[in-house]
Each structure stands twice: as structure tokens, then as C-alpha cells.
Nanobody, 120 residues
Framework: QVQLVESGGGLVQAGGSLRLSCAAS????????VGWFRRAPGKDREFLGG????????YYGDSVKGRFTISRDNAKNTVYLQMDGLKPEDTAVYYC?????????????WGQGTQVTVSS
């Protein structure tokens, strides 16, 4: 089992930045990709990006390329989502998830989510 806990959400003005954290505990993450999704009101869940724990390689969804960056701290077992140039349309609940190829297959584990609100 893997437990994921997100933090760092909140209210920010358009153009601002936020960094979300996803602290993982439980079994080792070495065989997993850890990534981020979001769900905005009235919209489908959207894949944002992921980081392969073993290699550190990252990949992103098209909507956030160039604005969002995923990184990890191995010692803290934590994955970060740095969000820059935020727009009102980025308002959503953001979820951390872990699994295999999470961009195409349902993740095995989910965090509880953290709200991000971007004001215009």
C-alpha cells in the first residue's frame, strides 16, 4: 500500500505561483510513476504530468507544458508540482496519484486532493 497526502493548495491571484507537495508513505515507490491530476467543476479529470521514481524522468500533459514542473525529493519521499503563471482556468481540486503508466491507465493510489483557486 502507498499513502499519498497532498498539501500546498490555496487561493492565488492570476499570474501567481503555487507549489503543491505530495508526501508518500508505505511501500517503496521505485516501481511507480507519481503524478498529478486535477478536476475542475463540471469537467473531466485531467492528467497534468508525472515523474518516474526510479529514473526521475518527467512528462506532462499538453495543457500545462511550460508552466508546471514536477520534481521529487527522494530523501523526503515527496513529489512537488510547481505551478507558475496560474490562470483562473487552473482552478480545480488537484490530486496526487501513483501507479504504472498513469497518463493512460488508472493509478493504483490516490491522495485526498487539495483545492487550488485562482482569482482574476
Amino acid at each position: 500500500q502507498v499513502q499519498l497526502v497532498e498539501s500546498g493548495g490555496g487561493l492565488v491571484q492570476a499570474g501567481g505561483s503555487l507549489r503543491l507537495s505530495c508526501a508518500a508513505s508505505g511501500r517503496t515507490l521505485s516501481s511507480y510513476t507519481v503524478g498529478w491530476f486535477r478536476r475542475a467543476p463540471g469537467k473531466d479529470r485531467e492528467f497534468l504530468g508525472g515523474i518516474m521514481w526510479s529514473s526521475g524522468g518527467t512528462y506532462y500533459g499538453d495543457s500545462v507544458k511550460g508552466r508546471f514542473t514536477i520534481s521529487r525529493d527522494n530523501a523526503k519521499n515527496t513529489v512537488y508540482l510547481q505551478m507558475d503563471g496560474l490562470k483562473p482556468e487552473d482552478t480545480a481540486v488537484y490530486y496526487c496519484a501513483a501507479g504504472g503508466r498513469i497518463s493512460t491507465n488508472p493509478p493504483d493510489y490516490w491522495g485526498q486532493g487539495t483545492q487550488v483557486t485562482v482569482s482574476s
